[in-house]
């Protein structure tokens, strides 16, 4: 199977968490991020965050996912925040016309009357798309200030993309972008976002990128947080 790279254009608002770091790269990218706030941390709290931020780091490593990145910011004066990841996973097909058709009918089954599940042509591929929102995600008693767990709804797009043999030949692998928010009434706003990322995704093959068998941003597109429009979410009964 060819090794893969992806390229893409990614919306300024967005800050991306790399996957794998070591520690001494963990701490330069806290460091980093600190300093671009206008912050002095003391040596203390840069260990802590370090540490923390490595797990994660690490997390994303070890479950596939070769690119990650987080938007937080204000949508007219209201604070709101996004979680943005790309994976690669092997996949059985080389006909991504059949693999998309599959999906799209494995996924609207599984998921019914709870999700919008379609095929969309993108400049990179056809792509088999779902969004929809998953089942709450509970904050703990212990952090709330009634002591019980509140549920946190979720708003979720999943592009599954199956790289084509165009763009890399040989490749067997399945692209999949996901972007998560508790920010459900951004949604449209985030979609103002979301379409040209999308839009600007790009398979290479091996040799023809400058990081070895991971994803990669070539440009950031200054996209400031006010949008409005794009696709709604499925209405849930």
Request: hydrophobic share 40%.
């Amino acid at each position: 199977m060819s090794s893969v790279h992806v390229t893409f254009e990614i919306p300024s608002a967005f800050r991306g968490t790399t996957p794998g770091l070591d520690a001494e790269e963990a701490r330069a990218e806290v460091t980093a991020r600190a300093q671009a706030q206008g912050r002095e941390l003391p040596d203390g709290v840069i260990e802590e965050l370090t540490a923390e931020y490595r797990k994660v780091s690490a997390l994303l490593a070890e479950s596939g996912v070769r690119y990650s990145a987080t938007c937080f910011g204000q949508f007219n004066d209201e604070w709101s925040m996004g979680t943005l990841t790309i994976g690669m996973t092997p996949l059985a097909y080389r006909d991504t016309e059949i693999a998309v058709v599959g999906m799209t009918k494995i996924f609207a089954a599984k998921h019914g009357p709870n999700a919008e599940v379609s095929s969309l042509p993108l400049p990179c591929g056809l792509a088999t798309l779902v969004i929809q929102q998953p089942t709450a995600l509970r904050m703990p008693a212990e952090f709330t200030a009634s002591g019980e767990d509140v549920p946190i709804d979720v708003a979720q797009l999943q592009a599954f993309i199956p790289v084509p043999q165009s763009a890399v030949p040989g490749a067997q692998t399945l692209v999949t972008v996901t972007f998560s928010t508790p920010s459900t009434d951004h949604w449209a706003d985030y979609c103002e976002l979301l379409v040209p990322f999308l839009q600007s995704l790009r398979f290479l093959p091996d040799g023809d990128a400058t990081q070895d068998g991971g994803a990669h941003a070539p440009a950031e597109v200054p996209a400031p947080l006010a949008a409005t429009g794009g696709p709604a979410l499925p209405s849930f009964g």
